[in-house]
């Protein structure tokens, strides 16, 4: 499919769904793992493999969103995020999963995610929406910055295995 041969749009994804959720969630794996902090991010945050029940069980949940970002009729992204009911009231959207094909970027797949995202957090009642960033990743820190999301903590980490 030619980038931009279709308006992108954001729908949500069902069980028949789950073998291009799985693709694009490898894809993304592979890209986050080559990235600083990758390592430790996929071992610690990241669902583990196999994900076909992981991801059926996020499809089902009440208080999460599964999302497939399309050019036409093609998957090119994913998006995934829950609600967390912080401990003073607080209700936080965490986007958990947040990925575009490198081929698809660039024409609107992903802003249209994050748009379809921050209307479903509001229609839950959340008061904020976040997520997380590895550091040297400059692409999807200023995507998020372009929806006002901005840094709220910094991780740090040191590899005792050298």
């Known amino acids: 499919m030619v980038a931009g ?7 949500r994804a069902t069980d028949q769904d789950l073998s291009e959720l799985e693709r694009l969630h490898g894809l993304a794996r592979e890209h986050v793992g080559a990235l ?3 390592e ?5 945050e990241v669902r583990p493999h196999p994900t076909t029940e992981s991801l059926r069980e996020d499809l089902e949940a009440k208080d999460r969103i599964v999302l497939l970002g399309c050019l036409g009729d093609a998957p090119v992204g994913l998006a995934i995020a829950g609600i967390e009911d912080l401990h003073d009231g607080t209700r936080l959207a965490q986007v958990t999963e947040l990925f575009v094909e490198p081929e698809a970027r660039d024409v609107g797949v992903g802003a249209v ?3 379809a995202l921050i209307d479903w957090a509001t229609g839950e009642g959340c008061d904020g ?4 960033v590895l550091p040297g990743d400059r692409a999807s820190k200023n995507f998020f910055e372009s929806f006002g999301l901005v840094a709220r903590a910094i991780a740090v ?3 005792l295995r050298a």
Do not use: Q
């Open 5 to 11: 041969s279709h308006l992108p749009i954001a729908r």
């Open 36 to 38: 600083r902090g990758g």
């Open 40 to 44: 430790v991010f996929l071992g610690r």
């Open 113 to 115: 995610l994050m748009r």
């Open 129 to 132: 929406i976040g997520s997380t």
């Open 157 to 159: 980490h040191k590899d």
